[in-house]
């Protein structure tokens, strides 16, 4: 049962909703003002806090500001009857999930409440599981707190303590490797070598003797005896990225190594046996490579025991405040000075970008915006977010002449004119108006500003 505060001075519309959220099955507790509100947050936690933006001597922002320093994660929306863009932007440059003017309805504030609680976090069981990953000390460079994630934390701690070979699925950027090293950390063989390779940064000709070694005067250059990775990571664990890039000659090398967990070094007869957990990953689909003759169909099933899919960011996208706030720290200037924190607006953008590069681009990103922003906060503007993904496809209408066009003015006047119509059709209603283009009501708030539309 969501815990809800509101706050507001006028009785009736704390009575008001106070009867509606108690019938939606929440538990609702009410204060007549700002310092009852922030007395009443030190005592007892809340998810949602429905605060009035004006009250006498502690109004709304200042609820608002209190709550970051109690509970921040704890999401506040505001609720006013003197609306007004200036103080919508303020509010959502304060922190807060989202405002509402008076006259909303009862269907909005169910929406938005179902929004914010949706946003709020995670389950009480799934915090539960999280708790019990503290021991886990593998876990710290992983960041994320969905439910898609909670199932990969799952899947690591069951696979952790086995020996079997694990396949890691996932497109580039996802953090295969960090689940490598996780799984291995947490296994047994933590204390012994994680040793990693990517087989497609390796040119072919030289793979197979960094796998294995080789013995000295075996091809040119080959001035000593020198062990190959399989062998360093005796009784440890190797993690093989890009596994579907393996040539066949050396699929059928790995092949023996591992059916038989033994191998010899290029230009050696000795055979050399080890116990080597194989970790490995892809962002190819091998069983399509298997389909083709590409890739061994017996390798395959004997290095896929326990497949292991990495959701893309897309997919986990209440993650991205999370990370953002992570590399925000990891990036930032020594001596506190620098960015400290994203705008909401800022926040909001990323949000809806859909992260081909995910995980790696966000970092790659930020690092940017960290980098080159002069202010303590990083604004929409100062994002460096690829256009690759904009589809430029219907371009009948388009006229171009030899002067050329400002793009981005010409942008500018595209939106422009979608939100007027959109603002026109719901008679001037931000609020609907923000649901008809399907953007968030802040977001909505952020280009009305930038565009300076009253």
Same mark, same amino acid.
């Given at each position: 049962?969501? $815990?809800? %505060?509101?706050?507001?001075?006028?009785?009736?519309?704390?009575?008001?909703? #106070?009867?509606? %959220?108690?019938?939606?099955?929440?538990?609702?507790?009410?204060?007549?003002?700002?310092?009852?509100?922030?007395?009443?947050?030190?005592?007892?936690?809340? @998810?949602?806090?429905?605060?009035? *933006?004006?009250?006498?001597?502690?109004?709304?922002?200042?609820?608002?500001?209190?709550?970051?320093?109690?509970?921040?994660?704890?999401?506040?929306?505001?609720?006013?009857?003197?609306?007004?863009?200036?103080?919508?932007?303020?509010?959502?440059?304060?922190?807060?999930?989202?405002?509402?003017?008076?006259?909303?309805?009862? @269907?909005?504030?169910?929406?938005?409440?179902?929004?914010?609680?949706?946003?709020?976090?995670?389950?009480?069981?799934?915090? $539960?599981?999280?708790?019990? %990953? #503290?021991?886990?000390?593998?876990?710290?460079?992983?960041?994320?707190?969905? $439910?898609?994630?909670?199932?990969?934390?799952?899947?690591?701690?069951?696979?952790?303590?086995?020996?079997?070979?694990?396949?890691?699925?996932?497109?580039?950027?996802?953090?295969?490797?960090?689940?490598?090293?996780?799984?291995?950390?947490?296994?047994?063989?933590?204390?012994?070598?994680?040793?990693?390779?990517?087989?497609g940064g390796v040119p072919e000709n030289l793979l197979e003797s960094e796998f294995f070694g080789y013995m000295k005067g075996s091809f040119t250059g080959a001035y000593a005896d020198k062990p190959g990775l399989f062998e360093i990571a005796n009784s440890g664990t190797i993690f093989?990225? #890009?596994?579907?890039?393996?040539?066949?000659?050396?699929?059928?090398?790995?092949? $023996?190594?591992?059916?038989?967990?033994?191998?010899?070094?290029?230009?050696?007869?000795?055979?050399?046996?080890?116990?080597?957990?194989?970790?490995?990953?892809?962002?190819?689909?091998?069983?399509?490579?298997?389909?083709?003759?590409?890739?061994?169909?017996?390798?395959?099933?004997?290095?896929?025991?326990?497949?292991?899919?990495?959701?893309?960011?897309?997919?986990?996208?209440?993650?991205?405040?999370?990370?953002?706030?992570?590399?925000?720290?990891?990036?930032?200037?020594?001596?506190?000075?620098?960015?400290?924190?994203?705008?909401?607006?800022? *926040?909001?953008?990323?949000?809806?970008?859909?992260?081909?590069?995910?995980?790696?681009?966000?970092?790659?990103?930020?690092?940017?915006?960290?980098?080159? #922003?002069?202010?303590?906060?990083?604004?929409?503007?100062?994002?460096?977010?690829?256009?690759?993904?904009?589809?430029?496809?219907?371009?009948?209408?388009?006229?171009?002449?030899?002067?050329?066009?400002?793009?981005?003015?010409?942008?500018?006047?595209?939106?422009?004119?979608?939100?007027?119509?959109?603002?026109?059709?719901?008679?001037?209603?931000?609020?609907?108006?923000?649901?008809? *283009?399907?953007?968030?009501?802040?977001?909505? *708030?952020?280009?009305?500003?930038?565009?300076?539309?009253?």
């Open positions: 049962m969501a $815990r809800i %505060l509101v706050v507001d001075d006028d009785q009736g519309i704390r009575d008001f909703l #106070e009867i509606l %959220l108690t019938r939606e099955g929440y538990s609702v507790k009410t204060a007549p003002g700002g310092k009852e509100a922030i007395s009443l947050c030190k005592k007892k936690k809340f @998810d949602l806090v429905i605060t009035d *933006l004006k009250m006498p001597k502690i109004d709304g922002i200042d609820v608002l500001r209190a709550m970051k320093e109690i509970s921040p994660e704890t999401l506040v929306i505001l609720i006013t009857g003197y609306a007004s863009g200036e103080t919508a932007v303020e509010a959502m440059k304060e922190g807060a999930y989202d405002y509402l003017e008076k006259n909303f309805t009862v @269907d909005e504030l169910k929406a938005t409440i179902k929004a914010a609680l949706s946003k709020r976090g995670i389950k009480e069981e799934d915090a $539960r599981f999280i708790r019990g %990953l #503290e021991d886990a000390d593998s876990f710290e460079h992983m960041i994320g707190k969905s $439910r898609e994630m909670l199932h990969v934390y799952s899947l690591i701690m069951k696979v952790s303590g086995s020996s079997t070979n694990v396949l890691i699925l996932g497109e580039s950027g996802t953090g295969k490797e960090l689940v490598a090293r996780a799984i291995h950390n947490n296994s047994t063989r933590r204390d012994k070598q994680f040793v990693v390779i990517n087989c093989l990225d #890009e596994i579907g890039e393996l040539s066949p000659f050396l699929q059928v090398k790995l092949l $023996r190594v591992v059916q038989e967990k033994t191998f010899r070094r290029v230009g050696g007869s000795d055979d050399i046996k080890v116990d080597v957990r194989i970790i490995s990953a892809t962002n190819q689909n091998l069983e399509e490579k298997v389909k083709k003759g590409e890739f061994r169909e017996d390798l395959y099933y004997r290095l896929n025991v326990i497949p292991l899919r990495l959701p893309p960011l897309r997919e986990r996208i209440q993650d991205i405040p999370l990370l953002v706030n992570h590399f925000i720290e990891k990036f930032a200037l020594p001596g506190g000075e620098g960015v400290k924190k994203i705008s909401p607006y800022a *926040l909001e953008l990323l949000m809806n970008y859909p992260f081909p590069g995910n995980v790696r681009e966000l970092e790659n990103i930020i690092e940017r915006s960290v980098t080159l #922003e002069t202010g303590n906060i990083i604004l929409p503007e100062n994002l460096f977010i690829s256009d690759r993904d904009i589809d430029v496809s219907s371009d009948s209408d388009i006229e171009l002449d030899e002067s050329g066009i400002d793009l981005n003015e010409e942008l500018k006047k595209f939106e422009r004119r979608i939100i007027e119509k959109a603002l026109e059709k719901t008679k001037n209603s931000k609020t609907k108006a923000s649901k008809y *283009l399907k953007v968030s009501y802040d977001s909505l *708030l952020y280009r009305l500003e930038k565009l300076d539309i009253r």
